[in-house]
């Protein structure tokens, strides 16, 4: 049976990122993938205008298609502010958007991040999540981003991954979205880099026993 999947990211190429080749590999499954961006990813930046907004979001507009994600929102909140706004401003779309969505699991970010919208992120989706009868969010879990969630301050809640997803066979189509985000990626030896991201699916696959893998922590699971 076709389960409905939400990935609530910061900003895009945050979901390419952290669960790309899990979400190739629910839409090969026949899921549905939404996935929401809160942040517009480019008004913190100097040159951040309209057409900065625009190129990041054709980047991703191309990447959700290479993904196979069917629907896409933009939120559009000031980038690497989040924090400057009350949480309920964060929370009162996001829960709009999940329960007319009505997913079963959703994917968002560790909490522990360096990046401030990361971790704002993170507790409207808690706050909006929270578990209510008749709720249909079973699972929540979160995944890490290359150069916040590696690059936390010592007294941040470590990243301890206790799920992994096999992307063995969908690890070309996460390359390739990464590759439409091409401005927000770096060259080796950053940690944003393809070489790493490569090399960090292997990483977690071996720890499991298998070629290539996502990693993630179960905030919550129903069974």
């Not at 076709?2 to 990211?9: I, R, Y």
């Not at 706050?127 to 249909?136: D, I, Q, S, V, W």
């Not at 079973?138 to 809640?157: A, G």
Request: overall charge negative; proline content about 5%.
């Amino acid at each position: 049976m076709s389960k409905t999947v939400l990935v609530v990211a910061a900003h895009t190429d945050d979901e390419a990122l952290g669960c790309g080749g899990t979400l190739a590999r629910h839409v090969a499954e026949g899921d549905t993938v939404h996935t929401i961006f809160v942040a517009d990813g480019v008004s913190s930046r100097p040159g951040g205008d309209d057409d900065a907004l625009d190129q990041r979001q054709r980047a991703a507009r191309k990447a959700q298609d290479i993904l196979g994600v069917h629907y896409t929102t933009y939120l559009e909140m000031p980038d690497n502010r989040l924090d400057d706004l009350p949480l309920l401003e964060i929370v009162q779309p996001l829960e709009e958007l999940i329960f007319r969505i009505a997913p079963e699991t959703i994917y968002t970010h560790h909490f522990g991040d360096l990046n401030v919208d990361h971790r704002k992120v993170h507790e409207a989706v808690m706050t909006a999540c929270r578990p209510l009868p008749a709720r249909t969010v079973k699972n929540i879990l979160t995944y890490e981003v290359m150069s916040s969630t590696e690059w936390r301050s010592p007294d941040q809640t470590p990243f301890h991954p206790n799920i992994y997803v096999d992307i063995s066979n969908y690890f070309e189509v996460k390359k390739r979205a990464l590759e439409a985000y091409e401005l927000e990626m770096r060259p080796s030896p950053h940690s944003r880099s393809l070489n790493h991201i490569f090399h960090l699916a292997k990483h977690r696959g071996h720890c499991v026993g298998i070629d290539m893998a996502e990693a993630f922590m179960a905030v919550r699971l129903i069974r």
